[in-house]
C-alpha cells in the first residue's frame, strides 16, 4: 500500500530550526514530484516547496527561500525539509504530497497522494 508519513515537527521558539522528513513507501518516485505544502488554522493549504526527480529541480516560495532546503535521501526513501531561522508565521501543518504529472508545483490540486502532516509551531 502506498504511504507517505511526515515526521519531525514540534514546538520551537522563533529563530530556531526543525528538519522534517516525508518517508515513502510502496512507491518509486523516479518520475514523481514530491512537495511540501503547509495550512495554518483557517488558511488554504499553501505551497511551501517540491523536489522534481526528473532533471532534480528545486522550487521554494519566496517567504522561505534562503530559510528552508529540501532534499532528498535515496538511501532511506525520503524527502526532508530543513526549517531553519524559523518565524511565528511558519506555523501550520506541514504535509508531503506526491505527484505523478505535476506540470505547476505549485497546485495542490495537482497531488494525488497526500500524509497525514505534522505540526510545526514557532513561539515569538
Known amino acids: 500500500q502506498v504511504q507517505l508519513v511526515e515526521s519531525g515537527g514540534g514546538s520551537v521558539q522563533a529563530g530556531d530550526s526543525l528538519t522534517l522528513s516525508c518517508a515513502a513507501s510502496g512507491r518509486t518516485f523516479t518520475r514523481d514530484v514530491l512537495g511540501w505544502f503547509r495550512q495554518a488554522p483557517g488558511k488554504e493549504r499553501d505551497f511551501v516547496a517540491a523536489?522534481?526527480?526528473?532533471?532534480?529541480?528545486?522550487y521554494y516560495r519566496d517567504s522561505v527561500k534562503g530559510r528552508f532546503t529540501i532534499s532528498r535521501d535515496n538511501d532511506k526513501n525520503t524527502v526532508d525539509l530543513q526549517m531553519d531561522n524559523l518565524k511565528p508565521e511558519d506555523t501550520a501543518v506541514y504535509y508531503c504530497?506526491?505527484?505523478?504529472?505535476?506540470?505547476?508545483?505549485?497546485?495542490?490540486?495537482?497531488?494525488?497522494?497526500w500524509g497525514q502532516g505534522t505540526q510545526v509551531t514557532v513561539s515569538s
Open positions: 523536489y522534481r526527480w526528473i532533471g532534480r529541480s528545486i
Open positions: 504530497a506526491s505527484g505523478s504529472a505535476v506540470k505547476n508545483v505549485v497546485d495542490a490540486s495537482k497531488y494525488d497522494l
